[in-house]
């Protein structure tokens, strides 16, 4: 399977602490996007990151690439109750079709 | 801005029956794709249609179609439904130049099958 995996499966963390979540993949890309999905709802894009860039920064997301260890971080910091949810990373291999990883389920304790 | 609906939201049926659901993307956006997502497989591609022509499609029994209409909207069909078809169903549109933000996913449809 091309599909990613997320490392943990599940993380449980204290407000305010940071969660850190990782990606694997295994095979070339052009980009990489992590998502969010609140339970049995869609998913939410948070941020897309190239190839060619190893690090982007949006609010209290911070997304690292590795490409040659084909590997993505996703860390969130000053974790909230409302960032409870499941974390994908999904890579892109021919036009608009994306492989999804396994997903962490972060929980995040008040 | 409307977001992507999909209709129903819940869906009951019977094994061997056959199911239709539906995608409205947003406006402006031409390419619609669908996922399967269930506890033990994950996410997992099904199909994507742009300007009413499939252009990818996953590795799904051809029990799984789709089409695209003239106005982007989608429908997904799943013909004798079988128990392991119970999945949220997820579609989610895009257009070109707009990758950099990504798919936006509808909330889904939840089929049960029975």
């Known amino acids: 399977s091309q599909q990613g995996e997320e490392d943990p499966q599940a993380l449980s963390i204290q407000e305010g602490e940071n969660a850190t979540m990782n990606c694997s993949y295994k095979?070339?890309?052009?980009?990489l996007q992590w998502y969010r999905q609140n339970s049995g709802r869609g998913l939410v894009h948070l941020i897309l990151?190239?190839?060619?860039?190893r690090e982007k920064h949006s609010g209290r997301l911070r997304v690292t690439l590795d490409t040659s260890k084909k590997s993505s971080s996703l860390l969130i910091t000053a974790s909230r109750a409302a960032d409870t949810a499941s974390y994908f990373c999904?890579?892109?291999?021919?036009?608009?079709?994306?492989?999804f990883g396994t997903g962490t389920s972060l929980t995040v304790i008040p | 801005k409307a977001g992507v609906t999909q209709t129903p939201r819940y869906l009951i049926k019977t094994r061997g029956q056959q199911v239709t659901l539906s995608c409205s993307p947003i406006?402006?956006?031409?390419?619609v794709s669908w996922y399967q997502q269930t506890p033990g497989q994950g996410l997992q591609f099904l199909f994507e249609y742009f300007s009413e022509t499939q252009r990818n499609k996953g590795n799904f029994p051809g029990r799984f179609s789709g089409r695209q209409f003239s106005n982007s909207r989608s429908e997904m069909n799943v013909s004798t439904l079988e128990l392991g078809d119970s999945a949220l169903y997820l579609c989610?549109?895009?257009?070109?130049?707009?990758?950099?933000?990504?798919?936006?996913f509808g909330s889904g449809t939840r089929l049960t099958v029975v």
């Open positions: 999904a890579t892109d291999l021919a036009g608009n079709q994306f492989y």
């Open positions: 989610a549109s895009s257009t070109p130049g707009q990758g950099i933000y990504g798919y936006t």
């Open positions: 095979t070339s890309i052009n980009n």
């Open positions: 990151i190239r190839s060619n860039e």
């Open positions: 406006s402006g956006h031409r390419s």
